[in-house]
């Protein structure tokens, strides 16, 4: 046997135990980075339908409707009042606006969120 033999690096058992740490601390961190991911998304469109709410009650005022397509309110003409809206998690926001609730469905593919001022 030689004596001058280097024991340097690391065994198997270091690595699986580096391995398994890295693991539990994925595990911890990915669903705290869902949650918010989620309400980040949530916010937007919360965002995305106050101004829709925004746009229909002036609308409402101007022209005294209770009712409002969303088209009407929404594109690159100069009589709209919201150039686009952008859609942050594949949600569909209602095409008729009546009274002072707005709602988005299909957030993230499972929530709904309604905003009313």
């Known amino acids: 046997m030689n004596q001058n033999q280097s024991k340097k690096g690391f065994t198997l058992v270091e690595i699986m135990i580096v391995v ?40 409402f005022l101007e022209n005294g409707v209770s009712a409002v397509g969303s088209s009407l309110l929404v594109g690159m003409a100069s009589s ?9 998690a594949g949600e ?11 709602t988005a469905t299909g957030v993230a593919g499972a929530r709904t969120i ?4």
């Open 20 to 59: 398994v740490i890295i693991g539990l601390l994925a595990a911890m961190a990915i669903p705290a980075f869902q949650k918010v991911r989620a309400s980040s998304q949530d916010k937007a469109v919360s965002n995305n339908l106050r101004q829709l709410s925004a746009a229909a009650d002036q609308y």
């Open 80 to 88: 709209q009042y919201i150039k686009q809206v952008q859609t942050v």
């Open 92 to 102: 569909v926001y209602s095409d008729l606006m009546q009274g002072n609730a707005v």
């Open 114 to 117: 309604t905003y009313s001022n």
